[in-house]
């Protein structure tokens, strides 16, 4: 049920500081420690490589997971999207394990992945919000996201859940290995959830901001590097299914290699910067875009803001910011489609699951 709300989409952007207390509720153990499965810890420590696979949003939440996985638990991760898996199967190690990242877990992409592999002996892991689903039943492990349903088409609460869980999953596998971390996951997470709701409540900053952006344009470019660079792809996607403004997400240090071509006078240019060692590189990207005549809308993370950003967001962990820093660019979609009185929740062409290869 929407309630008050006028839509679905709007009312699970609001609900991700709740999922993000839930999540933390499920996981953690008596004694108030995060701890998995033992399975599941298992699997992980024996694993040789990991492989995502997924689609859209879900494999944008696995790019920021490879990262997560890969810095805290040190096991090599490859990030596959499902249809191209599926026809285009890469060269396998050893022991590798495989992790179904699947809001529906009905996505028939990831599914023809999930068939061939099990076919080849490996073992399946499926994160998904829907735990009887195809894609959980399938598979030998299953993550649970604890969002609560998803009814609008565009996916906002399931691609911040699916990062906690697998920053879980990752800071788990760390702590099965032995591996010093500095930080406790559950504690980020509370701080984490208070921040998205911080930024919850500034809708109507963030209403103006898409009016004045994108109110009328057909284009619009969002830029980011390291992990920013993957909430742009997620931003652009989210802008574009549901406003149908062509949207871009780019590393902002390869737009000089050709697309830059395309800024004209007025071009929106969304830049992100939350990462201490990439700020001033985006910066400089932003000038180069800037000087062509694009329309820069700078979201920074606090401590890296400077006058002219266009929104700040709360700081949290360096490791967690995609969870907080998509919170905006969600919004500015959701706002951007209502101005064009598009169909937020049902977008022309798509479906909320795509059962079809
Ligand atoms: O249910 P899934 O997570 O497998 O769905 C994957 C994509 O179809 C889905 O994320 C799609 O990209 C969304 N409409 C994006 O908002």
């Given at each position: 049920?929407?309630?008050?709300?006028?839509?679905?989409?709007?009312?699970?952007?609001?609900?991700?500081?709740?999922?993000?207390?839930?999540?933390?509720?499920?996981?953690?153990?008596?004694?108030?420690?995060?701890?998995?499965?033992?399975?599941?810890?298992?699997?992980?420590?024996?694993?040789?490589?990991l492989h995502i696979?997924?689609?859209?949003?879900?494999?944008?939440?696995?790019?920021?997971?490879?990262?997560?996985?890969?810095?805290?638990?040190?096991?090599?991760?490859?990030?596959?999207?499902?249809?191209?898996?599926?026809?285009?199967?890469?060269?396998?190690?050893?022991?590798?394990l495989f992790i179904f990242i699947?809001?529906?877990?009905?996505?028939?992409?990831?599914?023809?992945?999930?068939?061939?592999?099990?076919?080849?002996?490996?073992?399946?892991m499926?994160i998904?919000?829907?735990?009887?689903?195809?894609?959980?039943?399938?598979?030998?492990?299953?993550?649970?996201?604890?969002?609560?349903?998803?009814?609008?088409?565009?996916?906002?609460?399931?691609?911040?859940?699916?990062?906690?869980?697998?920053?879980?999953?990752?800071?788990?596998?760390?702590?099965?290995?032995?591996?010093?971390?500095?930080?406790?996951?559950?504690?980020?997470?509370?701080?984490?959830?208070?921040?998205?709701?911080?930024?919850?409540?500034?809708?109507?900053?963030?209403?103006?901001?898409?009016?004045?952006?994108?109110?009328?344009?057909?284009?619009?470019?969002?830029?980011?590097?390291?992990?920013?660079?993957?909430?742009?792809?997620?931003?652009?996607?989210?802008?574009?299914?549901?406003?149908?403004?062509?949207?871009?997400?780019?590393?902002?240090?390869?737009?000089?290699?050709?697309?830059?071509?395309?800024?004209?006078?007025?071009?929106?240019?969304?830049?992100?910067?939350?990462?201490?060692?990439?700020?001033?590189?985006?910066?400089?990207?932003?000038?180069?875009?800037?000087?062509?005549?694009?329309?820069?809308?700078?979201?920074?993370?606090?401590?890296?803001?400077?006058?002219?950003?266009?929104?700040?967001?709360?700081?949290?962990?360096?490791?967690?910011?995609?969870?907080?820093?998509?919170?905006?660019?969600?919004?500015?979609?959701?706002?951007?489609?209502?101005?064009?009185?598009?169909?937020?929740?049902?977008?022309?062409?798509?479906?909320?699951?795509?059962?079809?290869?």
């Amino acid at each position: 049920e929407k309630g008050t709300y006028p839509h679905f989409m709007l009312k699970e952007i609001d609900e991700q500081p709740f999922v993000m207390r839930k999540i933390i509720q499920e996981y953690k153990n008596e004694k108030g420690e995060l701890k998995l499965d033992e399975d599941i810890r298992q699997a992980m420590k024996e694993a040789d490589r990991l492989h995502i696979i997924a689609s859209g949003t879900s494999y944008h939440a696995g790019l920021v997971g490879k990262q997560l996985i890969e810095n805290l638990a040190e096991i090599p991760v490859e990030v596959h999207v499902a249809s191209e898996f599926a026809y285009n199967t890469p060269l396998l190690s050893k022991k590798p394990l495989f992790i179904f990242i699947s809001q529906s877990g009905e996505t028939a992409d990831a599914r023809a992945v999930l068939v061939k592999i099990k076919k080849l002996g490996h073992k399946a892991m499926t994160i998904t919000n829907v735990p009887g689903s195809t894609l959980s039943r399938e598979a030998n492990y299953t993550l649970h996201l604890h969002a609560g349903p998803e009814i609008a088409v565009a996916s906002t609460k399931a691609y911040t859940a699916q990062i906690a869980v697998l920053a879980l999953l990752a800071v788990d596998t760390a702590n099965a290995k032995q591996l010093k971390l500095d930080f406790d996951p559950l504690q980020e997470l509370a701080i984490v959830a208070n921040a998205i709701e911080a930024l919850t409540d500034q809708k109507e900053a963030i209403e103006e901001l898409a009016k004045d952006y994108l109110g009328t344009t057909r284009n619009s470019f969002f830029i980011g590097r390291n992990v920013d660079y993957y909430v742009c792809l997620e931003g652009a996607l989210k802008l574009k299914e549901i406003s149908y403004i062509q949207a871009e997400g780019f590393a902002g240090g390869e737009l000089k290699h050709g697309t830059i071509a395309l800024i004209e006078e007025g071009t929106p240019v969304v830049a992100l910067t939350t990462q201490k060692d990439v700020n001033h590189p985006i910066r400089s990207n932003v000038q180069e875009v800037v000087t062509r005549g694009a329309n820069a809308l700078i979201i920074s993370m606090e401590g890296l803001e400077q006058e002219g950003d266009a929104f700040t967001i709360p700081q949290v962990h360096e490791a967690l910011t995609p969870l907080v820093s998509i919170v905006p660019m969600q919004l500015l979609a959701y706002y951007a489609a209502l101005h064009r009185d598009c169909d937020v929740d049902k977008p022309r062409n798509l479906a909320k699951s795509v059962t079809v290869e």
